[in-house]
């Protein structure tokens, strides 16, 4: 594991280039987690519902908490009502739900849509066709409890660097497009999260603004 100088002076450096670490504590037991919650960090993230509810309750609970993986619809319920940022939107059933859910509880959920990068088969995302039809429906109001704050991607397991930072400038030109045609007037369209413990330096020079790295922070995950 990371140590606190180390740690701190890392998150410095990239809150001072407009980056914001989420610490992705998945797998990592609680004890761990509020270590780095005393060292004044807050933003932790988890891929599963059922890990995430259990640390949740027994955590402080002004962690921003971030799911990164997918999500399944009849789980949505169960995190609007104290979720800081969905990252995984992968499809337009999904977000329905989480509008629906939301709406219930009378709370904005932000969320980013999660955009299928990798050139190599990777089981979610959206489409860019349904990323810009998603985004449309966004900006002309069809979605009054969600905010929707960027996008997200994942790049490819792959030493072919190259194809890595091809994949994250997908990302970012799409971030761009989106931005100028329907966003433009929006001021909470900001984020791309991208960029894993492997693969975030070339994501921030493609203009990564949100990396989420596990390994780098808590060491490597057993049973992985
Ligand atoms: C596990 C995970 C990460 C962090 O992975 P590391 O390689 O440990 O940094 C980032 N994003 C997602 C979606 C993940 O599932």
Same mark, same amino acid.
């Given at each position: 594991m990371i140590d606190k100088v180390e740690f701190l002076d890392w998150t410095k450096e990239l809150k001072d280039q407009g980056v914001q670490l989420v610490a992705v504590s998945k797998v990592h037991p609680v004890n761990k987690i509020k270590q780095v919650y005393d060292w004044g960090h807050r933003d932790f993230g988890e891929n599963r519902v059922q890990e995430l509810l259990e640390k949740h309750a027994e955590l402080p609970k002004d962690i921003c908490w971030h799911l990164i993986g997918h999500l399944q619809r009849n789980k949505v319920k169960d995190i609007v009502g104290f979720i800081g940022l969905i990252h995984s939107v992968d499809s337009a059933r999904l977000l329905n739900k989480i509008e629906k859910e939301a709406a219930k509880i009378g709370r904005e959920i932000p969320v980013l849509l999660q955009l299928k990068?990798? $050139? $190599? $088969?990777?089981?979610y995302g959206l489409r860019v066709e349904e990323l810009i039809a998603l985004c449309g429906k966004i900006a002309n109001g069809s979605y009054p409890h969600i905010e929707l704050r960027g996008l997200m991607g994942m790049a490819s397991f792959t030493d072919d660097s190259e194809q890595v930072k091809r994949e994250f400038e997908k990302l970012s030109g799409l971030f761009e497009q989106m931005k100028s045609k329907y966003f433009s007037q929006s001021a909470n369209f900001t984020i791309r999260s991208m960029g894993m413990s492997g693969d975030y330096k070339i994501a921030l020079r493609q203009g990564s603004n949100m990396i989420r790295v596990g390994s780098s922070v808590f060491g490597p995950r057993p049973g992985y």
């Open positions: 990068i990798a $050139e $190599e $088969e990777s089981k």
